[in-house]
């Protein structure tokens, strides 16, 4: 008994009992993880990468042939709608514009003797300046035959063996650095243009005076290209064997020479085509504007002056390259005196506050995704933000890329944002379904095997395995339960998924 009265014994025998104690009434299953089955909200999600590009883009280049006479924007300046870009010399149809307004004005006025008097006096020149163009521009057709066979049949074929046959040869070898010109074919394609000019200039008529003088030019052109590639091969040769610096130093001056005839005669056409079709135009107006002034005005002559203006301005508008839209010029390839080509692109505008996504969406989980699904959209660019969209559109049919079925698919931002760019990575989380006040759980709750899916259901302190059937998985890790289980329901956290 005298250990009994020890404090140190006494406090020893209280914890061995309440350490049994504690042993002895703890619960079954106290040491296990479980979690509630509640009603809550689950998402199917559709997660792919896409890029950003503008809504709208627009490149942009003339109906019409013409020398760049102004160029009014720059890359990097924003325009709004209707502002002048880039400008073709256009003084010719200014004046023709000039007098279809005029004539207008006369026919809503009436005419006057004096004004037929005047009439009569400016077709009668009009006619004058017609001839005069007419016979520069034939002149200059001839000269201009002359010209491009004396540069490219006596000049430039020193070079080539058989240079007049289908199938003509440069005689020397041709250096690794310029092994793709292809200037046997360039010297092919310019003789039959050569032959067809002399062919169209030998039968020159009033009929076909304007035709072929739009074919001098473009043969002008094609020789002028010939000419710029022979002249980089004849620069680039050495001397060897027979091939003396002396011969090559011959060859780059006829090249030379004829390259400066070539390009003056192109510049030739242009002005004496330019010449005659302003002259063509300036009689066509004149004339009948003294044909409504003979006339007398009656309601249809108003009607036809009035479309006549509409023509002009028209013309002129053509020589005027204007932005389409408000944005941003982000390419401008404008040469003040340089000659632009019909159809060819010189500016480039896009939309840069109006944003879209697009992004591929493989064959599997096309079937989901709607129209107007909400979107939430992760630039790689700005981290951790988390931007607002929807889906806009969605291809019809497939795009085949190394074997795989995607379908394009483009999402818009919901509203704007100044910081975002052309050309940035987006990630997208596309919401294709949302279910509410539905069973849950956390995926670490349930068993994926070979038997299906099942989880461990707590019933009087024991795990008793429940074959359950699942429905949408959402991003956040929870499950829907759609039979199995109940509300309230208690079931084992598992805490990690099987293999099958």
Do not use: C
Not at 166 to 171: A, E, I, L, S, V
Not at 198 to 211: F, G
Not at 255 to 262: F, H, K, L, P, Y
Request: aromatic share 4%; charged share 25%; net charge negative.
């Amino acid at each position: 008994m005298k250990y009994i009265r020890n404090p140190w014994i006494v406090g020893i025998l209280v914890v061995i009992v309440i350490i049994g104690a504690y042993v002895k009434l703890k619960p079954s299953g106290a040491d296990i993880e479980t979690v509630l089955v509640q009603e809550g909200t689950v998402t199917d999600v559709v997660s792919v990468t896409g890029n950003v590009k503008a809504t709208k883009r627009a490149d942009l280049g003339f109906e019409r042939t013409g020398r760049m006479a102004h160029i009014y924007r720059a890359v990097g300046d924003h325009v709004k709608t209707g502002d002048a870009i880039i400008a073709l010399s256009n003084n010719d149809l200014q004046a023709s514009l000039r007098i279809t307004e005029a004539n207008l004005a006369q026919a809503v006025r009436g005419t006057r003797s004096e004004e037929l008097i005047w009439g009569n006096s400016k077709v009668q020149s009009s006619k004058s300046t017609y001839q005069n163009t007419k016979t520069a521009l034939q002149s200059s057709l001839r000269q201009a035959y002359a010209t491009l066979d004396d540069a490219v049949r006596n000049k430039a074929d020193g070079v080539f063996k058989d240079p007049r046959s289908p199938n003509p040869q440069f005689t020397y070898a041709i250096s690794t650095k310029n092994s793709q010109i292809d200037i046997n074919s360039e010297r092919s394609l310019v003789e039959n243009k050569l032959i067809e000019l002399q062919k169209n200039v030998s039968s020159l008529s009033e009929a076909t005076i304007e035709s072929v003088g739009r074919s001098a030019q473009d043969t002008a052109s094609y020789a002028k290209s010939f000419l710029d590639d022979l002249s980089l091969l004849v620069n680039d040769l050495t001397p060897i064997g027979a091939l003396t610096q002396t011969t090559i130093d011959s060859f780059k001056t006829d090249i030379g020479s004829a390259r400066t005839n070539v390009n003056s005669t192109l510049s030739s056409l242009v002005s004496a085509q330019g010449s005659f079709d302003s002259a063509v135009s300036s009689l066509s107006v004149s004339q009948n504007e003294y044909n409504v002034s003979l006339a007398g005005s009656t309601n249809e002559d108003i009607e036809v002056a009035k479309a006549k203006v509409d023509q002009a301005r028209a013309e002129l508008e053509k020589t005027i390259i204007r932005a389409p839209f408000d944005g941003l010029v982000t390419r401008q390839d404008a040469v003040l005196g340089q000659i632009a080509s019909a159809n060819e692109r010189v500016a480039t505008v896009l939309d840069d506050t109006n944003f879209e996504i697009e992004a591929r969406i493989p064959e599997v989980d096309i079937g989901r995704i709607s129209l107007t699904d909400p979107v939430e959209i992760k630039l790689d660019a700005f981290p951790g933000k988390i931007f607002k969209g929807k889906v806009i559109y969605i291809e019809p049919s497939e795009t085949i890329e190394g074997g795989v079925v995607n379908f394009k698919i483009k999402a818009a931002f919901n509203e704007k944002d100044s910081s975002i760019r052309t050309g940035l990575t987006a990630n997208l989380d596309i919401e294709t379904e949302r279910k509410s006040s539905v069973l849950v759980l956390p995926s670490v709750a349930v068993i994926e095997d070979d038997k299906g899916a099942h989880v461990k259901k707590m019933v009087g302190g024991k795990a008793i395995e429940t074959e359950v059937t699942l429905s949408i998985r959402s991003p956040n890790g929870f499950i829907e339960i759609t039979s199995g289980l109940s509300d309230g329901d208690i079931v084992q956290k598992i805490g990690l998924k099987n293999s099958p």
